[in-house]
């Protein structure tokens, strides 16, 4: 009998329009000529959602999109295993620009602040979230908070899906980092319930657990600190892959990759978290994953748009994905 995957929902709270434009020999403040490479809808929720579907895995994105915007962002996932559950806000989608300079192996990322939502319209996803959530379910939130919104505001939607018993994620940055704070961690009266996981870098894990991260053994005693109310910890450390810390043991992931393969390194990040969950529903121990999340991470490199892979590229870096455990590193 086939087992059924549990249901996946990716919520976008600040979702984009991202411009990706291929500019060789980029100058700035000087007249250069570039190539529009592609307009999609964006934002690290939405390309979880897309990179959750050509992985193969059903997913459900819900959140926000600007005025007059759904549609748009309900025929990008047309051929892809993605239902489109999003709210309309009152103004338009932030747009972002990424200019790739092939020829440096460099991009450079423009990013806009987003719409303001209301409170009605936080209580329309609360509502949404309370119907979505249930026990063994994954709710992802990926991406910025829009201007406005609290770390209770934030708490508030992640209370609701974990007491609902689904498996929550937070990969955030900012007021969405205070939700996810250990006690003694600086204010963390907005704390949200315990969560499944969380996905900062070496500098957010620092803003989390309160402290500075000069090593690897401030790492490892930083993410430590969370384990109290997090179940997995994943620290990304750029192209040196990532640490996976949880109750049943800790490993390190780091990938292997030609640095001429590498063309964009944007939505990385949210490759391995698409990774990391489809692994995980598929039933997967905690270190496979975190080697199926380096290896989505790091074939998403290999693309021009971002929120991307293909799969012969995740199969050949997922081969090439060197793991151990701490333990073994140690000793």
């Known amino acids: 009998m086939a087992r059924s995957t549990p249901t996946i929902v990716s919520v976008a709270l600040n979702p984009a329009i991202d411009r990706t434009l291929e500019v060789p020999d980029l100058a700035i403040g000087s007249h250069v000529r570039g190539r529009l490479v592609s307009i999609q809808p964006a934002g690290k929720a ?18 926000f999109v600007g005025e007059g915007d759904s549609g748009r962002f309900e025929r990008s996932f047309d051929q892809a295993p993605v239902r489109v559950e999003m709210f309309e806000a009152r103004d338009a989608t932030r747009e972002n620009i990424t200019l790739v300079d092939p020829a440096r192996k460099v991009d450079t990322h423009v990013r806009d602040v987003g719409f303001s939502l209301s409170p009605e319209d936080l209580e329309r996803l609360r509502k949404k979230l309370g119907i979505l959530a249930g026990r063994g379910s994954y709710v992802l939130f990926a991406g910025s908070l829009t201007p406005g ?6 708490a508030g939607l992640l209370k609701v899906c974990a007491e609902k018993g689904a498996r929550v994620a937070v990969d955030s940055s900012g007021p969405g980092l205070e939700p996810v704070r250990p006690e003694g961690a600086g204010s963390n009266r907005d704390r949200a319930a315990d969560l499944w996981l969380v996905k900062p870098n070496r500098e957010e894990l620092g803003e989390i657990a309160g402290c500075q991260i000069a090593d690897d053994a401030d790492i ?19 192209g040196d892959g990532a640490y996976l810390f949880c109750r049943d043991g800790a490993w390190r992931a780091t990938p292997e990759i030609q640095v001429e393969r590498i063309i964009n390194t944007v939505g990385s990040g949210d ?3 698409a990774g990391f969950v489809h692994s995980h529903a598929a039933g997967r121990g905690p270190a496979e994953c975190l080697r199926w999340g380096v290896a989505c991470g790091t074939a998403s490199t290999m693309q021009v748009r971002a929120g991307e892979v293909d799969l012969q590229d995740v ?3 997922l081969e090439r994905v060197e793991l151990a455990a701490l333990r073994d590193i140690d000793g």
Request: hydrophobic letters at 50%; proline letters at 0%.
């Open 46 to 63: 939405v390309n979880v959602a897309r990179l959750l579907g050509t992985l193969g895995t059903e997913c459900i994105l819900t959140g």
């Open 149 to 154: 919104m609290t770390a209770g505001d934030f």
């Open 220 to 238: 490892r005693a930083a993410a430590g600190s969370l384990l109290g109310h997090v179940e997995h910890v994943i620290v990304t450390l750029g």
């Open 271 to 273: 490759a391995l978290l």
């Open 315 to 317: 199969q050949a870096c």
